[in-house]
């Protein structure tokens, strides 16, 4: 059964070379040399040296995407750990009160109707991987509520920047009240 539990552990140690971090809104996070993505329980965490802070995410169903939706996304999404993906981002994202007293069906439409979230996406695959992590479902609370891990190959930045604008862009970032953005590379 593939991992669905995941820790972004920030510190000293890790593949990811943290070449960027900033607060989008709200509070950010310490800075950080590295970022190592773990499969949780797997004996690290905030307890080893250097480690600066923990972010912990599972993977789970979409919640806002449609039968027709996700045949395309997997038609067009590409795996993860590609070996020219050698840069990535972690934007781990925090939703207001708002948000979450609408029903399903109301985020619904702002997250698809009305800001185009799946389609925008779309337009950006197969060049971005991503995997999308839920927070508000552990049993320990976290800060966030999302945290989302991209993987593109340093020819697709330009591209990747486009994608991140056009979301911040949207009806739905008026929702978000906490938003973190941690830009990431790795030695071929």
């Not at 950010?28 to 995410?57: F, K, S, Y």
Request: charged residues 25%.
């Amino acid at each position: 059964m593939p991992a669905r539990l995941f820790d972004f552990i920030g510190g000293a140690d890790g593949p990811w070379r943290v070449d960027r971090i900033g607060a989008v809104t709200g509070d950010g996070l310490p800075a950080v040399a590295r970022l190592r993505v773990a499969e949780a329980g797997g004996g690290a965490g905030i307890g080893e040296p250097g480690a600066a802070w923990q972010l912990r995410g599972i993977t789970s169903n979409e919640r806002y995407v449609e039968r027709p939706e996700k045949q395309l996304l997997l038609a067009k999404q590409p795996a993860l750990g590609r070996a020219e993906a050698r840069c990535a981002a972690l934007i781990p994202i925090r939703k207001n009160a708002a948000w979450w007293a609408m029903t399903q069906d109301e985020r619904r439409a702002i997250f698809e109707a009305q800001s185009r979230h799946i389609a925008i996406g779309l337009d950006y695959l197969p060049a971005v991987a991503r995997r999308l992590h839920h927070c508000r479902d552990l049993e320990t609370p976290q800060p966030f509520d999302f945290l989302t891990w991209f993987e593109y190959a340093p020819a697709d930045a330009e591209a990747f920047e486009a994608l991140v604008a056009a979301l911040r862009a949207s009806p739905e970032w008026a929702f978000v009240d906490r938003e973190v953005d941690l830009r990431l590379s790795r030695d071929a």
